[in-house]
């Protein structure tokens, strides 16, 4: 059954995902060096989670009467899933690139690699020290590092689905409320909120957290929040989230620097939220600009990291990170950007939105 998709679309909501994906981009090719320009850069990722609730509740809260639950599980994974098998397959390609050698510098067996792969286009995570945990680093999805953010997506649509969608309003405020000071608790403990891609320190509830807030947030926020008459935000909310990546990590004492990325995470980030949709007095070249980058985004944020094993590779990641400079390798750094974006284009272009295209077809 086809679903009336007559409701106004949010073009801001897409070119602020965007913007948060070059973000993820900056945020990596900075990562394993001394000193970064974007701190926080991760953060990314949980304005990512709080889009996705605020969109998932704003398009299908009143969908139910005409829509079954294998329904929605079908149409998230023709969104979705398409990407993910693409990014499999690109890391796959991208370790037996370099050599299929982990980070100790051992080999990984080919059939090992296969494995990893099938695992990864089924989204089943690996455990650290497993043989499929074929670089050797803890990472859930090891061939492409940055799909632990969709295991925890997908979980969020199996919970919205099954349980959150049915929930009244209060009881998805105390849920937002209780996890909230969860994630206050977790920054605070740590120092930081770069959480979740591994098991590692209890990183499985860790990411759960990161993952719950803000998508339970953004589910609410579509129910109870009235649009207020703002214009031209995307450039303010886009500065905005470039902002918080930028602002240099609080030094002392660690949780300061925690509870400040909590704080983006339960104020600013819903605010910016609230901003784009209430903007509707944007021109054509805006939409244009912000459905270019929503289109953009989600190909980029799954094709970048493969290319980027083969930058820190490059420049010499041993698992404990690097001691060059930016100043050191930035050829080889504008390369990777140029190569990730230019997949990126193909991929949105040539894959995913003509097998979504099929797939929703059927």
């Not at 930081?192 to 209890?202: K, N, Q, R, Y």
Request: charged residues 15%; contains cysteine.
């Amino acid at each position: 059954m086809l679903l009336n998709d007559s409701r106004p679309h949010y073009d801001i909501l897409d070119g602020l995902r965007g913007v948060a994906a070059l973000i993820v981009i900056v945020y990596h090719v900075f990562e394993l060096m001394p000193g970064t320009p974007v701190p926080h850069g991760y953060l990314a990722v949980d304005f990512f989670f709080i889009l996705s609730g605020f969109v998932i509740g704003y398009a299908y809260d009143g969908r139910w009467g005409e829509m079954t639950t294998a329904g929605f599980f079908k149409r998230r994974l023709i969104r979705l899933h398409p990407m993910v098998v693409a990014g499999a397959v690109l890391g796959a390609l991208t370790f037996l690139i370099q050599g299929g050698v982990r980070w100790d510098g051992s080999k990984a067996g080919t059939g090992w690699v296969m494995l990893a792969t099938l695992c990864a286009m089924l989204m089943i995570p690996a455990a650290p020290g497993m043989s499929r945990e074929v670089r050797g680093n803890g990472e859930m999805f090891p061939l492409n590092g940055p799909s632990w953010s969709l295991f925890f997506e997908y979980i969020g649509n199996i919970l919205y689905a099954l349980l959150l969608r049915r929930l009244p309003k209060w009881a998805l405020a105390v849920i937002c409320a209780v996890s909230g000071v969860l994630l206050a608790w977790i920054a605070a403990r740590d120092g930081f909120l770069g959480v979740g891609w591994s098991f590692i320190d209890g990183g499985f509830l860790a990411g759960m957290v990161r993952m719950l807030f803000p998508y339970s947030a953004g589910m609410l926020m579509a129910r109870v929040l009235k649009p207020a008459k703002v214009r031209k935000t995307f450039i303010f909310c886009g500065l905005t989230l470039m902002a918080v990546a930028i602002i240099p990590a609080i030094g002392g004492q660690a949780w300061r620097n925690g509870l400040f990325e909590a704080f983006c995470v339960t104020a600013v980030f819903p605010c910016l939220v609230w901003l784009g949709a209430s903007d509707s007095s944007y021109g054509e070249r805006t939409k244009a600009v912000c459905s270019f980058l929503g289109d953009l985004s989600y190909p980029l944020y799954m094709v970048h990291y493969p290319v980027f094993y083969l930058f820190y590779h490059h420049i010499g990641f041993d698992g404990n990170g690097v001691s060059k400079t930016f100043a050191e390798v930035w050829p080889a750094a504008l390369v990777t950007v140029a190569v990730s974006l230019t997949l990126a284009i193909l991929s949105m272009r040539f894959y995913d939105r003509p097998v979504r295209k099929y797939l929703s077809s059927k």
